[in-house]
């Protein structure tokens, strides 16, 4: 297993400049077929994502990779448990198709922003284009919550977090100060 450090927008301190610029770089398509390399990565990104049981998705962004990968939770299931190979889909090259219904508005939260929630409007059903971890083109269509998850991490994909929403954004009272310091610097 090769499992990465989640990469954050901000700790402790304050801004976290290095990682900031990786997340905020917009990440590069993977060439099809997969080789090596693109194999490694997201295999990496599948190791690091089983790894922990607290997230609904990840991006290759997020473990320090631009490129165009993602990995999510395929069923509306909020309890985190162990997770099967059937539980999750690795998306490559993600292309979001067709987009139905009306914004759903919900809060929403980010490894790579720690502790803060936004509220997001995100369609409710999307259509998606991408390879598979295999590289093998594939179409899917995703509905509510993991709709949501993949929105959001294909967002990561280019550069976009939650803090660049424009709805309310929550944080803990009690750290008020350093979270009004990263917003001035943000
Ligand atoms: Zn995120």
């Known amino acids: 297993m090769t499992e990465s ?4 927008l901000w700790n402790e301190e304050g801004i976290n400049k290095e990682d900031t610029a990786v997340l905020r770089k917009k990440s590069s398509e993977v060439s099809s077929p ?4 693109a194999r490694e990565s997201v295999q990496t990104l599948i190791d690091s994502f089983l790894a922990r049981n607290d997230a609904s998705g990840l991006a290759a962004p997020q473990i320090g990779i631009n490129k165009r990968i993602i990995i999510f939770r ?7 448990g162990k997770l099967r190979p059937e539980d999750f889909d690795v998306l490559v090259n993600p292309r979001i198709t067709q987009t139905r219904g009306e914004k759903v508005t919900m809060t929403e939260g980010c490894l790579s922003c720690p ?3 936004v509220e997001v409007s995100r369609f409710p059903e999307i259509k998606i284009r991408a390879l598979n971890a295999q590289g093998e083109k594939i179409s899917k269509r995703y509905l509510d919550y993991v709709a949501r ?8 994909l280019d ?25 001035q610097e943000h």
């Open 74 to 80: 395929n069923k509306d299931c909020r309890e985190k």
């Open 115 to 117: 502790e803060i929630q």
């Open 159 to 183: 550069g976009k977090l939650i803090v660049d929403y424009e709805g309310n954004l929550y944080y803990p009272k009690n750290k008020e100060l350093l979270f009004r310091k990263i917003f």
């Open 34 to 37: 997969l080789d090596k390399n």
């Open 149 to 156: 998850v993949v929105q959001h991490e294909i967002d990561h």
């Open 5 to 8: 450090r989640v990469l954050t």
